[in-house]
């Protein structure tokens, strides 16, 4: 995004920009490009009733929304929302959550690619209900999760999701218990996920504690082939990776080919309080 040449929208109040439609098909999308958003005092855009299916957001910045609770993307769709991209982007330095979806928002089909999460309270957060709602096919690439004051990722739902060349780094400075990714999972039976060619490092919290990539979950929830291959651990996390293996079923499990440094206090690789051997 680029001030000098892009449309900016600074609300004197509210949410800078509300979208209530959607394209028509993968063919004939609502783009959003070539956008700033910023020092709006709700969301700097939400997405609501219909909003968001077949919808590209390309080289917008939603930034510097800094009152209590705000976001730079939001979705409180009521309906189901059928690929939905952010592609070239920056949502860093609100207030709240960089990219958020509320508890009832069903999603099939989100990619983010090439775009900052940088210094929110929250990179990028999924909430879930009681049953889980849909949250399918999902891909992140290249994509920075970086200096967010809790957790780099917070998701309570995922299925069918990769998250590939991401740089998860020196989250969770303004909490005791840090996380870069915490997939803490809830009410529904979740399956295929795979975080590859990755990058986590320095996401313990104030007291040292805890984890750069965890899995857990509450509410008879169970996560089925994980994958985790071909990424780097560093720093000084508690942890490198921790599975709950309640939640995670540790036969579908392999962690492979991955990279540890650091301190890793407890182990590199820990299940259930015990370190193991990458597996």
């Given at each position: 995004?680029?001030?000098?040449?892009?449309?900016?929208?600074?609300?004197?109040?509210?949410?800078?920009?509300?979208?209530?439609?959607?394209?028509?098909?993968?063919?004939?999308?609502?783009?959003?490009?070539?956008?700033?958003?910023?020092?709006?005092?709700?969301?700097?855009?939400?997405?609501?009733?219909?909003?968001?299916?077949?919808?590209?957001?390309?080289?917008?910045?939603?930034?510097?929304?800094?009152?209590?609770?705000?976001?730079g993307v939001e979705f409180q769709a009521t309906t189901l929302v059928t690929d939905f991209?952010?592609?070239?982007?920056?949502?860093?330095?609100?207030?709240?959550?960089?990219?958020?979806?509320?508890?009832?928002?069903?999603?099939?089909?989100?990619?983010?690619?090439?775009?900052?999460?940088?210094?929110?309270?929250?990179?990028?957060?999924?909430?879930?209900?009681?049953?889980?709602?849909?949250?399918?096919?999902?891909?992140?690439?290249?994509?920075?999760?970086?200096n967010n004051t809790s957790y780099g990722i917070y998701v309570e739902r995922m299925n069918?999701?990769?998250?590939?060349?991401?740089?998860?780094?020196?989250?969770?400075?303004?909490?005791?218990?840090?996380?870069?990714?915490?997939?803490?999972?809830?009410?529904?039976?979740?399956?295929?996920?795979?975080?590859?060619?990755?990058?986590?490092?320095d996401n313990a919290g104030t007291s040292g504690c805890c984890t750069d990539l965890s899995?857990?979950?509450?509410?008879?929830?169970?996560?089925?082939?994980?994958?985790?291959?071909?990424?780097?651990?560093?720093?000084?996390?508690?942890?490198?990776?921790?599975?709950?293996?309640?939640?995670?079923?540790?036969?579908?499990?392999?962690?492979?080919?991955?990279?540890?440094?650091?301190?890793?206090?407890?182990?590199?690789?820990?299940?259930?309080?015990?370190?193991?051997?990458?597996?």
């Open positions: 995004s680029d001030p000098l040449v892009d449309t900016i929208i600074d609300p004197v109040s509210g949410i800078g920009i509300t979208v209530t439609a959607s394209g028509a098909s993968a063919a004939d999308r609502l783009v959003i490009k070539d956008l700033r958003v910023t020092g709006a005092t709700a969301d700097g855009i939400r997405f609501n009733g219909s909003g968001g299916s077949y919808t590209t957001l390309d080289n917008v910045a939603s930034i510097g929304n800094t009152v209590s609770g705000t976001d991209e952010v592609l070239n982007s920056d949502l860093s330095s609100n207030a709240n959550t960089g990219l958020r979806f509320a508890s009832f928002v069903q999603v099939d089909g989100l990619k983010v690619e090439n775009t900052h999460l940088d210094g929110n309270t929250i990179g990028f957060s999924v909430y879930s209900a009681n049953p889980s709602p849909t949250f399918n096919n999902i891909l992140f690439t290249d994509v920075s999760i970086s069918n999701a990769t998250f590939d060349g991401l740089t998860v780094t020196d989250n969770s400075s303004a909490v005791a218990t840090g996380y870069g990714f915490l997939a803490y999972l809830r009410a529904g039976a979740f399956d295929n996920v795979s975080f590859i060619n990755s990058t986590f490092a899995f857990g979950g509450y509410d008879a929830s169970m996560l089925t082939n994980l994958n985790i291959s071909h990424n780097m651990f560093s720093g000084s996390s508690r942890y490198g990776i921790y599975i709950n293996s309640t939640y995670a079923d540790a036969a579908t499990t392999h962690v492979n080919r991955n990279s540890f440094g650091g301190t890793n206090a407890t182990g590199a690789v820990v299940v259930n309080g015990t370190p193991v051997t990458p597996f």
